[in-house]
């Protein structure tokens, strides 16, 4: 039985085996559309490319891919997500795309969805972005890290190999740098992982160039350094229970949801003494994965380049910006494990082989992350799984 896109919204199931008994004997992965309608009224405009690709976004109701299937969207392309929903929210993935509930580790559900696919058209590119990411979690379970990060990509590398997918798009990290002598990271730098997260993207990278060699893969991988902020329409952002990161932490001491912020170590080798890091904005870095599933489609030539600002502030520099916008109390804390003291992006590469360059200043990123997380308080947004 070949199962199609339900007409009606669908009641989500939670789990694959939800899915599963919901679908009785079939083991047929089954196409939901939206509980939520999240459509975007201003999408469609055809891409600059001139290219029309379908696009399997892996993780695509997360934070970083629901970002990018918005992009994707509004520069003309098809999109199809498949997400298991651990970290991830139906209600972020638009009722433009298409949707599959299931699990990065479940090889013989992403091979059907595959061919499922293939069977009206097959897809152009593959976006992975079903990834942990949290470093002091990495630090602490680097097991699961590696069981997700690095055995997840074996299987749906697997998978595309099998459906004759060609293109892959990759969410790498600053992470695989370490600690940097200069602060300022180059794509031919060693890479000496600091963390277990980095060192599983690291492996990941090398992965997915050894499997493009031998398959005859084209693949972008994208280093990312902080992304952070919303997109204009505040229907996304980061929606999470458990946040880590230093932008919406603040925001979260600026709109009364905890008590301050702390600052985690002044005695790095910095000039204040606070970590430095390079914050982007989440739409420009989806921009960018835009750009690059075209420029490998396009070009049939592997790609590797960092996505940052190019700027780095310090811990203390983001503080203060984010003082002259809102007010919150903050206090220094003892360092945190596994931080490395400065990580700055050279885009360079980014902007001379995709033409990118990231349009939102930190300003921006602050204040597109404090009307998100106002309007999620505000009860306009589903509560965070
Ligand atoms: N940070 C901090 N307080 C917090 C969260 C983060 O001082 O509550 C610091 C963290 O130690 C690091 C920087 O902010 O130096 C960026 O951390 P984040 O977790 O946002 O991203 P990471 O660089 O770890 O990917």
Redesign the pocket.
């Known amino acids: 039985m070949q199962l199609e896109a339900q007409d009606t919204p669908a009641q989500i199931p939670k789990t694959r085996a939800h899915l599963k008994s919901e679908a009785g004997t079939s083991t047929h992965p089954s196409r939901l559309t939206s509980a939520k309608t999240n459509s975007l009224s201003h999408m469609n405009r055809a891409s600059d490319s001139g290219l029309n690709l379908k696009v399997l976004v892996v993780g695509g109701a997360g934070y970083i891919g629901s970002h990018t299937v918005y992009e994707l969207i509004r520069n003309g392309h098809q999109v199809v997500v498949y997400d298991n929903l651990s970290s991830g929210h139906q209600s972020a993935v638009p009722e433009q795309a298409g949707f599959y509930l299931g699990d990065i580790l479940d090889e013989h559900q992403l091979e059907q969805v595959l061919a499922q696919e293939s069977a009206s058209r097959p897809f152009d590119v593959a976006m992975h972005f079903a990834a942990k990411?949290?470093?002091?979690e990495s630090v602490t379970q680097p097991l699961r890290y590696y069981h997700n990060n690095v055995e997840g990509l074996r299987v749906m590398l697997s998978a595309l190999v099998a459906g004759g997918v060609r293109n892959i798009v990759f969410s790498s990290?600053?992470?695989v740098y370490g600690s940097t002598t200069g602060g300022e990271c180059h794509e031919d730098d060693r890479t000496i992982p600091i963390n277990p997260y980095g060192e599983t993207k690291l492996a990941a990278e090398r992965m997915i160039a050894w499997t493009a060699q031998a398959h005859g893969l084209n693949y972008a991988i994208l280093r990312y350094?902080?992304v952070?902020g919303a997109d204009t329409s505040l229907q996304i952002g980061l929606n999470k229970d458990q946040l880590?990161?230093?932008?919406p932490?603040?925001m979260q001491a600026a709109l009364g949801q905890r008590e301050k912020?702390?600052?985690?170590?002044r005695d790095y080798n910095t000039p204040d003494g606070?970590?430095?890091?390079d914050y982007v904005h989440v739409t420009d870095l989806a921009q960018a994965h835009v750009m690059a599933g075209e420029y490998i489609v396009k070009n049939e030539r592997p790609l590797l380049c960092n996505l940052g600002s190019g700027r780095g502030f310090s811990?203390r520099e983001?503080v203060e910006e984010a003082l002259s916008m809102f007010s919150f109390r903050y206090a220094y804390?003892p360092?945190?494990c596994?931080?490395?003291a400065k990580?700055i992006a050279n885009i360079e590469r980014a902007r001379h082989l995709l033409g990118w360059q990231p349009q939102r200043n930190l300003q921006t990123i602050l204040q597109s992350d404090y009307d998100y997380r106002r309007r999620l308080i505000s009860g306009q947004e589903p509560a965070s799984q």
């Open positions: 990411l949290i470093v002091p990290t600053a992470a350094f902080n952070a880590t990161h230093l932008v932490l603040i912020l702390e600052i985690f170590g606070t970590c430095i890091r811990v983001v804390a360092r945190r596994g931080d490395p990580l």
